[in-house]
Each structure stands twice: as C-alpha cells, then as structure tokens.
C-alpha cells in the first residue's frame, strides 16, 4: 500500500510561484514513477509532469513550456513540483501519482495505481 500526501498549493499571482510536494509511505516510492497531473472545474484530468525512479528521465505537458520543474527526492520518499511564473489558466486542483510497475515514464492517468487527495493552486491575474 501507498499513501500520497500533497502540500504546497495555495494563492498567488500570475507570474508567481509555488512549490508543491508530495511525501510517499511505503518502501516501493524509490522504484516508482511519480507524475503529476491536474484538474480545473469543469474539465477533465489532464498530464502536467512524470519522473522516473532515478530522476533520469522527465516528461512534460506541452503548457509547461519550462516553467514547471519535477524532481525527486528517494531519500525522503518526496516529489517535487516547482511552478514558475504562474498564469490564471494554472488553476486547479494537482495530485500527485505513483506507478509502481513502471516500464515507460507514462503521461496516461490510467498508468498511477496511486494517488493522493490533491492540492489546490490558484492563481490570480
């Protein structure tokens, strides 16, 4: 079993930033891919970054565009999501996902067995 917490979300405005992370229970974090992913009111849940158990490999969703950051900590069992330079479309709720069986670092949701309750981010303009 692997429970997923996430913190960090908050208020800011646009061109701001925020860091959020996400501590795993559970020994298999080390060998997991991790992602995030988001969803806005009204819309449906959407791919924003993915690391693979090393940090060797990222992925990203398109919007990013540089401004987000992924990384990991194996040691502390945590993720990380730096978000730079904010915009009103960022809103939403973020949760963090854990693939144990990983063979690819997946952008699909279907691929996280795990995932925490979400943090919510809102950014003003």
């Known amino acids: 079993q692997v429970q997923l917490v996430e913190s960090g979300g908050g208020l800011v405005q646009a061109g701001g930033s925020l860091r959020l992370s996400c501590a795993a229970s559970?020994?298999?974090?080390?060998?997991?891919?991790m992602g995030w992913f988001r969803q806005a009111p009204g819309k449906e849940r959407e791919f924003v970054a993915a690391?693979?158990?090393?940090?060797?490999?990222?992925r990203y969703a398109g919007f990013v565009k540089e401004r987000f950051i992924i990384s990991r900590d194996n040691a502390k069992n945590t993720q990380y999501l730096q978000m730079n330079s904010l915009k009103p479309e960022d809103t939403a709720v973020y949760y963090c996902?854990?693939?144990?069986?990983?063979?690819?670092?997946?952008?699909?949701?279907?691929?996280?067995?795990?995932w925490g309750q979400g943090t919510k981010v809102t950014v003003s303009s």
């Open positions: 996902a854990a693939d144990l069986h990983p063979s690819v670092v997946s952008q699909t949701f279907t691929a996280y067995e795990y």
């Open positions: 559970g020994r298999t974090f080390s060998g997991s891919t």
């Open positions: 690391i693979s158990w090393n940090g060797g490999v990222t």
